[in-house]
């Protein structure tokens, strides 16, 4: 599969990492141009973006885009911030970093909350969400994360949507690693808004994030916001009636972003990206069963976004020896960020396809080969089917 479009040699290391991803080559030509942040062409590129953002999430009618200069955190602390009045309380549901990082915003913030954990190799629960909803009359919103980067796993984000619902109460979606890719449509999945970036599964460049918000949610969020360049009312009342940002756009982002969505469309949108991360996930996972390693989480629990393999027991395994010789071999992967047990990750999104799984299946096989590991095996064997 010829994913990059590259008219000369890819020299760059191929990124299996959950961001900054892999992108096309001509994503990366999109940049080659300078515009005024008034220009009309880029007014135009701004506004075809968040309407196909809208688009995507099956917001058209009932949700608006607000886009946010910065990385993924800004739009996730925009959004919480912004929509969780200063009286309201956001339930925020945890099994893993990002996480326990909106419970750490709404200190910042300033936001009443409650915490409810589950262990980072378990989904969230939505009986549990009921009953705390229940029980405490106070929550206003629901925090949750879509695909728990932290390990790769697919929260139930339907089920989850159907108690907040249902409880009268709205929930807030941190989509950051499964927008584009994983299916959510706000016709199907009620919520009240949704925070991505560019440079996840929609493989534009880093540097945007964005908030798809319901609009009758973002009109009444006027004066919530407990950080100026964070105020996502302020953002939308300013791009709505000029089409211009607040402040200086980050231009070259955007007009990658828009080239992005469209090889996005022309990949078949949501569903085409799905079934190619599918397809690199299961050669991943089973290129790597093959080798003796093993995934942290069963088949049935793994988003097609990241893989967390347990570290093997053979004590000439050394992580950091292994990552510095798959990067020699034009490979990177991504250290475990886990407290239940000792990993890595590695990723199956970004602008590679069978190709690039396979060649990296090949690196890390001789790199175990190199450093005279016979077996990816695991200390303590999990049921990984
Ligand atoms: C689920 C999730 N939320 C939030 C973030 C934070 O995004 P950023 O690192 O771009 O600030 C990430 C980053 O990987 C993520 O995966």
């Not at 005024?36 to 701004?46: C, H, L, P, V």
Request: hydrophobic fraction near 45%.
């Amino acid at each position: 599969m010829q994913v990059h479009g590259l008219e000369t040699p890819m020299t760059d290391p191929i990124l299996l990492t959950p961001g900054p991803l892999t992108t096309s080559a001509t994503v990366k030509q999109a940049m080659l141009h300078d515009w005024g942040s008034r220009d009309r062409e880029f007014i135009a590129i701004n506004k075809r973006v968040r309407e196909r953002l809208v688009a995507l999430a099956g917001g058209e009618g009932s949700h608006v885009c607000v886009p946010t200069q910065g990385s993924g955190t800004f739009a996730v602390e925009a959004m919480i911030g912004t929509l969780v009045p200063k009286a309201g309380k956001l339930l925020v549901l945890i099994n893993g970093a990002y996480g326990r990082r909106a419970a750490k915003i709404c200190d910042h913030a300033g936001r009443a909350h409650r915490d409810l954990e589950w262990a980072e190799d378990k989904p969230v629960e939505a009986a549990k969400v009921a009953a705390a909803l229940k029980a405490d009359a106070a929550i206003t919103h629901v925090f949750a994360v879509h695909c728990e980067t932290t390990t790769g796993i697919l929260n139930p984000i339907a089920e989850v949507a159907e108690v907040v619902a249902a409880a009268g109460r709205k929930l807030l979606i941190d989509a950051m690693s499964a927008f584009g890719a994983v299916p959510l449509n706000a016709r199907e999945v009620p919520f009240e808004a949704v925070a991505a970036s560019s440079n996840k599964c929609i493989e534009g460049v880093h540097g945007v994030g964005f908030v798809i918000v319901s609009g009758a949610a973002i009109a009444a969020a006027r004066g919530n916001a407990h950080a100026l360049s964070l105020d996502l009312h302020d953002q939308w009342t300013t791009m709505e009636k000029t089409g211009q940002w607040r402040f200086t756009p980050p231009i070259h982002v955007i007009a990658a972003f828009d080239q992005a969505l469209r090889e996005h469309a022309a990949e078949g949108g949501v569903a085409g990206r799905h079934a190619r991360y599918r397809r690199n996930c299961r050669l991943l996972v089973d290129g790597m069963r093959a080798l003796g390693f093993e995934t942290l989480l069963p088949d049935r629990l793994q988003a097609p976004i990241i893989v967390t393999f347990l570290m093997p027991a053979d004590p000439r395994f050394a992580f950091e020896q292994f990552y510095d010789r798959l990067r020699d071999k034009g490979f990177v992967i991504y250290p475990g960020k886990l407290t239940v047990a000792d990993s890595f990750r590695i990723g199956c999104i970004g602008a590679i396809g069978e190709t690039e799984m396979r060649a990296a299946l090949t690196a890390i096989a001789a790199t175990l080969a190199d450093i005279g590991v016979t077996t990816g095996a695991p200390a303590q064997p999990r049921q990984s089917a």
